[in-house]
Antibody
Framework: EVRLVESGGGLVQPGGSLRLSCAASGFTFSSYAMIWVRQTPGKGLEWVSGITGSGDTTYYADSVKGRLTISRDNSKNTLYLQMNSLRAEDTAVYYC????????????WGQGTLVTVSS | DIQMTQSPSSVSPSVGDRVTITCRASQGVSSWLAWYQQKPGKAPKLLIYTASSLQSGVPSRFSGSGSGTEFTLTISSLQPEDFATYYCQQASSFPLTFGGGTKVEIK
């Protein structure tokens, strides 16, 4: 059974940093691309970033480019999102998701971790 | 960026009704279109991928159709557990983009 468990969320001041982790199990982690998606409370879904299975190619939404960095450690079956220079508008629940084998469509999701950026 | 527009934004059908949700892309995405269901406080769940392929374990009352710029999610006979918000997402190009969601509410 595929399992994705996010951690690392919390309250941070504007301009601060956090690192989110997503621990994966139940599948060959290195064979699948992964993404981060966020959702502001009561609002819709926003794709944040994606990374290929090998980790050699990354993609970012313009709204986070230069501030958030996606990475993965295939030896630890873990996906990361390093979040720097955080802004109030980054406040959201952050989900990690596993992509299908053929495309950027997400067939498994974690439970989400809440990031609150506030002074 | 490819904009995804869903309609309606909300609908209030009765149990047993046929429900159709439309998703339009601002430019062609071929068949790279997914549909997700999300219930309050839960993560999204994949229902349909590549426009019309039913994800394993998803009831057959869900179906998807379309290609290019216009897509449809159909629930053939709405069940109580289907009350949720539904999102489309294009997977044709980066940035990946989602529709604004369609809330299926109890009548």
């Amino acid at each position: 059974e595929v399992r994705l468990v996010e951690s690392g969320g919390g309250l941070v001041q504007p301009g601060g940093s956090l690192r989110l982790s997503c621990a994966a199990s139940g599948f060959t982690f290195s064979s699948y691309a992964m993404i981060w998606v966020r959702q502001t409370p009561g609002k819709g879904l926003e794709w944040v970033s994606g990374i290929t299975g090998s980790g050699d190619t990354t993609y970012y939404a313009d709204s986070v480019k230069g501030r958030l960095t996606i990475s993965r450690d295939n030896s630890k079956n873990t996906l990361y999102l390093q979040m720097n220079s955080l802004r109030a508008e980054d406040t959201a629940v952050y989900y990690c998701a596993k992509e299908t084998s053929s495309s950027w469509q997400s067939d498994s999701w974690g439970q989400g971790t809440l990031v609150t950026v506030s002074s | 960026d490819i904009q995804m527009t869903q309609s309606p934004s909300s609908v209030s059908p009765s149990v047993g009704d046929r429900v159709t949700i439309t998703c339009r892309a601002s430019q062609g995405v071929s068949s790279w279109l997914a549909w997700y269901q999300q219930k309050p406080g839960k993560a999204p769940k994949l229902l349909i991928y590549t426009a019309s392929s039913l994800q394993s374990g998803v009831p057959s009352r869900f179906s998807g159709s379309g290609s290019g710029t216009e897509f449809t999610l159909t629930i053939s006979s709405l069940q109580p557990e289907d009350f949720a918000t539904y999102y489309c997402q294009q997977a044709s190009s980066f940035p990946l983009t989602f529709g604004g969601g369609t809330k299926v509410e109890i009548k």
